[in-house]
């Protein structure tokens, strides 16, 4: 699980990526998901689930290709499955979007060569519900490809 430090994370506070594995990779961020039947007074599944994101946001920085994978937390019960992500992408910069087989993560390849908000929808199933509900968590990705990440230092001149 997250340390509360982790989970603090202010909403400008990009996400640190990764390097990348061999040159021309898209570099990698994992994001891990927390989901709960809580009965009542969650965010989600007309109040009867929990969820959250650490990182809460993530902004990607620095023009090229990521990719996304979007992962379940270790202490998330087996009883949920990730089934599908939908996202409101105009500038086509999401694509090559897969659920693993076992349902406990989705990945996506992110061009990142747009300035934009793209919103995202992480569907899961609750196997254990009597209707086996869908829940909607809503994780926020801001593209700024022209933005330097932190700890490059850029020379003027």
């Known amino acids: 699980m997250a340390s509360k430090k982790d989970s603090k994370k202010s909403a400008a506070a990009p996400e640190k990526q990764k390097k990348s594995g061999k040159k021309g990779d898209p570099a990698p961020i994992e994001i891990e998901l927390t989901v709960a039947y809580v009965g009542f007074g969650g965010n989600a599944g007309l109040g009867q689930y929990f969820y959250s994101f650490a990182p809460d946001v993530v902004t990607v ?77 809503d994780p926020q990705v801001g593209n700024d490809p022209r933005t330097v990440p932190p700890g490059i230092i850029k020379k003027r001149g």
Request: with cysteine; glycine share 4%.
């Open 61 to 137: 920085q620095g023009a090229g290709p990521v990719v996304i994978t979007y992962k379940f937390e270790a202490q998330v019960p087996q009883r949920f499955q990730i089934v599908s992500v939908l996202n409101s992408d105009a500038f086509k910069q999401i694509h090559k979007v897969k659920v693993a087989e076992d349902g406990r993560s989705v990945s996506m390849h992110n061009r990142n060569t747009v300035q934009t908000l793209i919103f995202f929808t992480v569907l899961v199933r609750d196997e254990e519900s009597n209707d086996l509900r869908v829940i909607s968590c």
